[in-house]
């Protein structure tokens, strides 16, 4: 295992992974050192990487199977892969609201395998937080009253999904359907047993047995409390970066910050190629 090397992110999450080529079949010394990287930091990443769509498959799949995105089709002969795509003149990402991937679904994905293909020299970074750190940064009354309650999560209609990114392919005239699924605040991680908070500002909209205000209060309340910065790690994308990340204790955003998009002008096109690791 010459040359591997795991080096933590920020404090509490993230780690780089040097001196591996993802493009070869991973001995298994290495697949247990990342594995073992994967479940300890949560999010990793790899720089450098030259994947064709049939290598990021094979390394994706070494984490579990994959399976298909629900809103977005996925790229002709790899159904598991799509194409996550900002134009120039677009300002919104793909991702750009805090979220814990898919909740809408009774079993959220188990992580996904991002692929930098077309990525600006500033801008277009992505945000990770420790969702352990944040259950566990809980009051023992908050706590108490979360373990108590479900926090209701709907996809919306797919045409929300649709509505800003020309450059991908949307199933929204395909019949991609409206979702909704009730998942307790808090849950164990089936590999490490540890307990986290689950919300997904993006997805989850109330609390069952709660009014919209109170929902709002609380939801409100922990979103802020989640993604305080000494629980999160920004990534700077380069082409060929790679980050994996275990959706069963983490949220992430795509950070929304072309400017010059925004003001009407040209910004950057920001082309991603995502594997989803199957719950
Ligand atoms: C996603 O949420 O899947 C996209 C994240 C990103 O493009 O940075």
């Known amino acids: 295992m010459t040359g591997l090397e795991i080096r933590p992110y920020s404090t509490a999450v993230g780690a780089e992974v040097l001196g591996v080529d993802l493009s070869r079949p991973l001995d298994d010394d290495v697949w247990s050192a990342i594995h073992g990287a994967f ?14 769509p049939r290598q990021q498959v094979d390394f994706s799949r070494r984490f579990g199977e994959l399976e298909e995105y629900p809103f977005v089709r996925g790229l002709d002969g790899y159904p598991e892969l ?13 991702g750009h609201d805090w979220h814990v991937d898919m909740t809408f679904r009774e079993r959220p994905p188990t ?7 077309e990525v600006p020299p500033v801008g277009g ?27 209701v999560h709907d ?27 009730a ?13 986290s908070l689950l919300i997904s500002p993006s997805y989850c909209r109330r609390i069952e047995g709660m009014t919209d205000e109170e929902s709002a209060m609380i939801l409100g309340h922990l979103g802020r409390h989640a993604t305080q910065d000494r629980f999160t790690c920004r990534f700077r994308w380069e082409p060929g970066s790679v980050a994996v990340w275990d959706n069963r204790c983490l949220m992430h955003v795509a950070l929304e910050d072309d400017l010059a998009a925004l003001g009407g002008g040209k910004g950057f096109r920001r082309t991603m190629r995502r594997a989803t690791i199957g719950a």
Do not use: C
């Open 39 to 52: 479940l300890d930091r949560l999010v990793l990443f790899f720089r450098d990487q030259t994947l064709t």
């Open 82 to 94: 799509i194409e996550i795509v900002k134009e120039a003149d677009e300002f919104v990402n793909f």
């Open 111 to 117: 992580g996904a395998v991002l692929y930098a293909v």
């Open 125 to 151: 970074d992505t945000l990770f937080a420790n969702m352990y750190l944040a259950w566990e940064m809980l009051s023992d009354g908050m706590k108490a009253v979360l373990r108590q309650v479900a926090g």
């Open 155 to 181: 996809s919306g209609e797919p045409s929300r999904h649709a509505r800003n990114f020309r450059g991908m392919r949307m199933r929204e005239r395909e019949g991609g359907e409206r979702r909704t699924a």
């Open 183 to 195: 998942h307790p605040f808090v849950r164990a991680h089936p590999e490490t047993g540890r307990e």
